[in-house]
């Protein structure tokens, strides 16, 4: 099986849907649609009523399906039985391998494939391969510029999420960005988490902004709501299993481990409306390195992590890519800046890695020698395109 999972209405019915115009026999099933459930309740192998065309292997979408109280024994029954007979594309804006504790284990049964908000990368991607990019992970392109700074000013402006995006008007996103992460929190964690406290969840949510790019103190947090420590911790992993947050952990590795600060930072997923430009420019360099590792890993590249580093001392370098946990480049995002920063460069020369600095604007990017590695401060629009 496939599972697509991402944040909702981010695009996963859109493309299930395209991926079964290219089978011939193919079904669609929405767990939400009233019809479906019963359908699926009164039989669930109600799949093989499906009407072919021909006798290639029918695909079978099953949408929202973790909205089921028994869907991972579901799903492992219909593979176990089915699996000769039919394809099966998952999808949801839950954490599908995540979402539900109980059930039989789905492993050595599907393979995962996230799909995020759009990204810079996406809309103007060059159509490198991960090796390509590796090749040379500095590279910047100087084509186009100009239509690259205006799509990322819309991205800014309206956040990747494809109905504010498309529509690009700031009263269509404030009223999106509203119902949508009401919903979610009053409907989806409500409804399908064991959440009592749903007001108190809300109010996490809307104090997470001001927070966006620093280590994040759940200490601080659980004070400011009066909570419980791991009641605020547990309300944390519920926004970002249902895709309202992600998050980072500190890398730690090599002769530098012990001075390493231990806490996450936090970024957003609908970042638009976060009123500091600095921590919105972060969170946006965040999304677009997000969207790639995640995305290598899901097609088999490798084991690609993305980290930030920062020392008991306040020394901070924004991210660190890996590989099976081995450093190989590091970013910082430093919204006006054309001097490379000196924590970048100390870092640097620990690593011995390349090293990138991304502005939001820029006429031009400027190369370095930092004792033998490269460096480069470039505008993020520039440099993000390049990303696979």
Request: net charge neutral; no cysteine; aromatic share 12%.
């Amino acid at each position: 099986m496939m599972l697509l999972s991402g944040p909702r209405q981010a695009g996963k019915t859109t493309l299930a849907k395209m991926i079964a115009e290219g089978y011939t026999n193919n079904l669609y099933f929405n767990w939400d649609i009233a019809t479906d459930k019963a359908r699926l309740i009164e039989d669930p192998h109600f799949f093989q009523s499906v009407h072919r065309k021909d006798e290639s292997t029918p695909l079978i979408t099953l949408d929202e399906i973790h909205k089921y109280k028994d869907w991972k024994n579901y799903l492992k029954g219909i593979y176990d039985g089915f699996s000769k007979e039919y394809l099966f594309l998952v999808s949801g804006s839950g954490r599908l391998d995540l979402h539900q504790k109980g059930g039989d284990s789905l492993a050595g049964r599907y393979y995962p494939f996230r799909l995020w908000p759009l990204t810079l990368a996406e809309i103007h991607g060059h159509g490198r391969t991960v090796i390509d990019f590796w090749d040379d992970p500095l590279r910047i392109g100087t084509e186009n510029t100009s239509e690259y700074d205006a799509t990322w000013q819309r991205l800014s402006s309206f956040s990747g999420f494809p109905k504010p995006y498309l529509a690009a008007k700031s009263t269509t996103y404030r009223r999106w960005s509203t119902t949508y992460h009401r919903q979610l929190i009053r409907e989806d964690i409500r409804d399908l988490t064991d959440v009592k406290h749903i007001d108190d969840v809300e109010i996490l949510f809307s104090l997470l902004p001001r927070n966006v790019g620093a280590p994040l103190s759940i200490q601080n947090l659980a004070t400011d709501l009066k909570a419980a420590y791991v009641t605020v911790s547990n309300w944390l992993r519920i926004l970002e299993r249902f895709y309202l947050v992600f998050t980072l952990t500190p890398w730690a590795g090599g002769e530098i481990a012990r001075a390493l600060h231990k806490q996450r930072k936090t970024y957003l997923f609908d970042y638009a409306g976060i009123e500091d430009e600095g921590a919105k420019f972060e969170n946006m360099v965040a999304m677009e390195l997000l969207r790639a590792v995640s995305n290598w890993n899901d097609l088999g590249h490798g084991d690609f992590g993305l980290h930030y580093i920062r020392t008991k001392e306040g020394r901070e370098v924004d991210f660190l890519l890996t590989d099976a946990r081995k450093p190989l480049l590091l970013v910082e995002a430093k919204r006006g800046e054309a001097t490379p920063s000196p924590n970048l460069k100390r870092f640097q020369s620990a690593l011995r890695v390349p090293a990138l600095q991304l502005a939001e604007v820029g006429e031009g990017f400027r190369r370095f020698d930092n004792e033998g590695s490269p460096l480069v401060v470039a505008p993020a629009s520039w440099w993000l395109p390049n990303l696979p």
